[in-house]
Each structure stands twice: as C-alpha cells, then as structure tokens.
C-alpha cells in the first residue's frame, strides 16, 4: 500500500489567482444569455460570476431551478468558451515568479479548479505555467468535482495527500470554505474576484495583497502545521 506523502502540498486556484479570465468568462455567459432569449447583464455585474461553478450562477442568473435550462446555458456557454473565450485570459503579473520561488523551494504543486480540466489544462499550458505542478484538477462535463470541497477531497485521496500539511491557495470564499471542510489552511488572495471580507468571513488563515508575498506567506503557514 502507497504511503501517504510527507511532503508539504500547495493547491492553487485558476481563476482570479493564477490568471485573470474576465473577458472570457463574462462574455461566455453574455452569449448564453441572449441565445436563451434573455437580456444579459453588463459585464461588471458579472463578476461575482468568477470563481462559482457554472451549475451554482446560471440558476442565479436565470432566476431558475429547471435542471434543462441550466444545462442548456451550461453547453452554450462551453460552445464559446471552448473556441475563443479560454484564451481571452492574461496572466496575472507576478505568479510566475511566485510559483518559480515556491517550486524551488521543494513545494508539492496542484491547480484545484472549478473549470473544465480540459479548458484548465490548456490555460495553463498557454501561459506557460504547467512545469510548476505536479498535476492539474478540475471538473466533470457531468459536473463532478465542481464543487471545491468535493474536488479537495478528491486531490487528497488521489495524491495521498496530508491534509496537516496542504494549503489552499484563492481568491473566492468557496476556495476556504473548501480547505476548512478538508481541514487544511488556505490562504485568500486579493488580486482577485473576492475582497478581505469575503475571504475572512469565510475562515481564510492568512491573506495576501500580491503575489509577491506567497513564498513568505507559504512559509509561515507551513510552521504553523
């Protein structure tokens, strides 16, 4: 039987922490609205739109509980994203050396994303982020593993992770409230789509303001395991 590791373990969010997707996901969701026939919100009141599964905002945004419909969004949404709205996307200054930093300092690496693995897998690749970590999560077509603590929990098991020793690296409430409900410690960031109130509010143990402060930030909360 494989031995769990002893290694220290950081899972990054994608959206909003990694890179800043924006364009690409408020656009994407602009086209499902208005081929459903609905009038579809500016894109600044799209924001809080970023971080969420898509099977959690389309119910929202179409004021709706009918599965079909939501599932229909779903899929004209992925029919954009797929071919323009994935690369409509920049990378957030300052990650790279960040991640170069922490790989250097022995660091076991994880995306944990919401999205698409296949639509995740080639952001990171595109920006040149993939020789950072060991392996990339992210959901079903079925939408398994949207949610962030289902998909945690998956990771956990399937890289026989400590969770004594994992962060959780976000922007958005539902990236803590993941780490809490695995038990292990997350840090909020703020260059993205959730500001301190929010990451507090939801249990974050530390937060940082820039990228730049990760390496120090990922060093004090690995003393505290």
């Not at 499902?32 to 970023?50: E, H, V």
């Not at 004209?76 to 690369?87: C, I, P, Q, T």
């Not at 990228?211 to 004090?220: G, Y």
Request: overall charge negative; aromatic content about 8%.
């Amino acid at each position: 039987m494989d031995k769990p590791s002893t290694r220290a373990a950081l899972l990054f969010d994608l959206d909003g922490t990694l890179t800043d997707p924006f364009v690409g996901i408020t656009r994407s969701i602009q086209h499902a609205m208005t081929t459903l026939g609905r009038a579809a919100p500016a894109a600044d009141d799209l924001r809080w739109c970023i971080g969420p599964p898509l099977q959690v905002s389309f119910p929202k945004l179409l004021e709706t509980d009918d599965h079909a419909l939501v599932e229909a969004a779903v899929r004209l949404y992925r029919e954009r994203y797929s071919d323009v709205g994935k690369f409509e996307n920049s990378l957030i200054e300052g990650i790279p050396e960040a991640l170069a930093s922490l790989a250097g300092e022995g660091y076991l690496m994880f995306v944990a994303t919401s999205k698409l693995s296949t639509y995740a897998s080639e952001i990171v690749e595109h920006f040149g982020l993939k020789q950072y970590f060991k392996a990339l999560y992210g959901s079903g077509l079925d939408g398994t593993h949207a949610g962030k603590a289902e998909l945690i929990a998956h990771i956990l098991e399937s890289e026989l992770l400590d969770p004594s020793l994992c962060t959780m690296i976000g922007d958005r409430s539902h990236d803590i409230v993941g780490a809490n409900a695995n038990n292990m410690r997350s840090i909020g960031v703020l260059w993205g789509y959730g500001d301190r109130q929010e990451l507090e509010n939801a249990g974050t143990d530390l937060i940082a303001e820039r990228p730049q402060e990760l390496p120090q930030l990922v060093e004090r909360i690995t003393q505290l395991a």
